[in-house]
């Protein structure tokens, strides 16, 4: 979607275009644990974010964790949820 903004500088009229960017969604993953049973399972979590290189920012920024009120992992993997 695209729409366009009027901005008043001095006598002129500045216009600028803005571009609507759909957020898409990423699954982070954890390392996988290995139970009893022999059973693996890993945490994951889901997110959103505009691409890749935002997702491995944020993650950068926090060392490497996703610190939520929920849970706190180590970011292993990442996959583009597709809808």
Do not use: H, P
Request: with cysteine; hydrophobic share 45%.
């Amino acid at each position: 979607m695209r729409s366009e903004l009027g901005v008043v500088v001095g006598l002129n009229i500045l216009k600028i275009s803005l571009i609507e960017v759909e957020m898409k969604k990423f699954r982070l993953f954890g390392y996988m644990f290995v139970d009893d049973k022999k059973e693996g399972t890993s945490i994951a979590k889901t997110v959103g974010a505009n691409s890749y290189a935002d997702v491995i920012q944020e993650i950068e920024s926090n060392a490497g964790w996703i610190t939520e009120t929920d849970c706190a992992f180590k970011v292993a993997y990442i996959e583009e949820v597709v809808e």
